[in-house]
């Protein structure tokens, strides 16, 4: 990590990062966005504090977000990185939190808090334990290894997608209110026991293991598709 000014100032021009204040401790706080995606970076050199716009450091190697700012105003990407863990997460992100195609295999390390929707499909998760407990928009954890739906947000403002997990046998877990759109076929379900009190919009559970047509006590403003 670069901790002289010079240094700093130097990579942070170099990557083209304007209304940047280098704070005495040699962290930065930035008054706009950060984009240092497609830069061939397999860490991120300088230690950002706050970020109030967006936060890009997507299609890199990275392993770490060592680095990353504490507090994103707007959203943070890492997706298309070689991440295994989400250590060193901002702790509050304003809207998006994007991490899909790493090779996640824990939510540990997550953001508390979600003002947008929370992206973290194509990694190899088992569990969502550590998942933050507030995201404002729709969570999408299809395409991953879910064994379990446990630790899931308890609240989903948006839609909720955990379809694609061959291993997920059990609803248990669920968020308790989703408000948009609840999406869980292709799975290996065999009831749907465990599913949310709530869905605003429509359930989807087709293409499961289903013997009969399954019983739901959910309460659903849309649709059930289970077919």
Same mark, same amino acid.
């Given at each position: 990590?670069?901790?002289?000014?010079? =240094?700093?100032?130097?990579?942070? =021009?170099?990557?083209?990062?304007?209304?940047?204040?280098?704070? @005495?401790?040699?962290?930065?706080?930035?008054?706009? =966005?950060?984009?240092?995606?497609?830069?061939?970076?397999?860490?991120? #050199?300088?230690?950002?504090?706050?970020?109030? %716009?967006?936060?890009? /450091?997507?299609?890199?190697?990275?392993?770490? $977000?060592? /680095?990353? #700012?504490?507090?994103?105003?707007?959203?943070?990407?890492?997706?298309?990185?070689? $991440?295994?863990?989400?250590?060193?997460?901002?702790?509050?992100?304003?809207?998006?939190? /994007?991490?899909?195609?790493?090779? $996640?295999?824990?939510?540990? %390390?997550? #953001?508390?808090?979600?003002?947008?929707?929370?992206?973290?499909?194509?990694? &190899?998760?088992?569990?969502?334990?550590?998942?933050?407990?507030?995201?404002?928009?729709?969570?999408?954890?299809?395409?991953?290894?879910?064994?379990?739906?446990?630790?899931?947000?308890?609240?989903?403002?948006?839609?909720?997608?955990?379809? +694609?997990?061959? +291993?997920?046998?059990?609803?248990?877990?669920?968020?308790?209110?989703?408000? %948009?759109?609840?999406?869980?076929?292709?799975?290996?379900?065999?009831?749907?026991?465990?599913?949310?009190?709530?869905?605003?919009? @429509?359930?989807?559970?087709?293409?499961?293991?289903?013997?009969?047509?399954?019983? /739901? @006590?959910?309460?659903?403003?849309?649709?059930? &598709?289970?077919?």
């Amino acid at each position: 990590m670069l901790t002289n000014h010079t =240094d700093i100032k130097a990579w942070l =021009d170099r990557m083209d990062i304007k209304n940047y204040t280098i704070n @005495d401790t040699g962290t930065v706080t930035v008054d706009g =966005d950060v984009n240092i995606s497609h830069k061939g970076l397999t860490e991120i #050199p300088v230690q950002f504090r706050i970020v109030y %716009g967006d936060f890009n /450091c997507s299609d890199n190697r990275l392993t770490s $977000l060592d /680095c990353s #700012p504490q507090k994103v105003g707007g959203s943070f990407y890492c997706y298309n990185n070689n $991440l295994k863990s989400l250590n060193s997460s901002p702790r509050k992100v304003g809207v998006n939190f /994007c991490c899909w195609n790493n090779s $996640l295999e824990s939510l540990k %390390g997550s #953001p508390q808090e979600v003002g947008g929707s929370f992206y973290c499909s194509r990694n &190899s998760l088992e569990s969502l334990k550590g998942s933050p407990q507030e995201v404002g928009g729709s969570f999408y954890c299809s395409r991953n290894s879910l064994e379990s739906l446990e630790g899931s947000p308890r609240e989903i403002g948006g839609n909720f997608h955990c379809y +694609n997990n061959n +291993n997920l046998k059990s609803l248990n877990g669920s968020p308790r209110e989703v408000g %948009g759109n609840f999406h869980c076929s292709n799975n290996s379900l065999k009831s749907l026991k465990g599913s949310p009190r709530e869905v605003g919009g @429509d359930f989807y559970c087709w293409n499961n293991k289903f013997k009969t047509s399954p019983k /739901c @006590d959910t309460i659903i403003n849309g649709e059930l &598709s289970w077919t």
